[in-house]
């Protein structure tokens, strides 16, 4: 098989991969990945520092979000009551319905 054959061949798999990575084949992603990586694709070709920046949020951030996870297992919230117009004063209001 020649070079270019080769070519087409890879070209046209990829190109299959990426159409059912779009359909939402939940296995096209795995397998787009492995043909991009050993076919040498960057597939985040310019897109590296915007995802680097996504994904690492400040410290403060970090810290803030673990201790809010953490916080009932220290003290209970305090429970959270209803506004006193809401609050039914008169049951027996309820029973002459």
């Known amino acids: 098989m020649s ?3 080769l070519g ?3 070209a046209i798999s990829l190109l299959q991969s990426l159409t059912c990575f779009a ?3 939940r296995h096209a992603r ?3 990945v492995t043909l991009a990586d050993k076919l040498g694709v960057d597939l985040m070709a310019g897109h590296t520092k915007a995802i680097e920046n996504a994904l690492a949020p400040s410290n403060q951030e970090i810290l ?3 201790l809010d996870r953490q916080f009932d297992t220290v003290r209970q919230r305090p ?3 209803a506004p006193p117009e809401l ?3 008169e049951p ?3 029973n002459r319905s």
Request: hydrophobic share 40%.
């Open 3 to 5: 070079g270019r054959a």
């Open 8 to 10: 087409r061949i890879l």
């Open 23 to 25: 359909k939402g084949d």
């Open 30 to 32: 795995r397998d787009l």
């Open 64 to 66: 803030l979000g673990y």
């Open 79 to 81: 429970p959270v009551l």
């Open 87 to 89: 609050l039914d004063d």
């Open 92 to 94: 027996e209001a309820q």
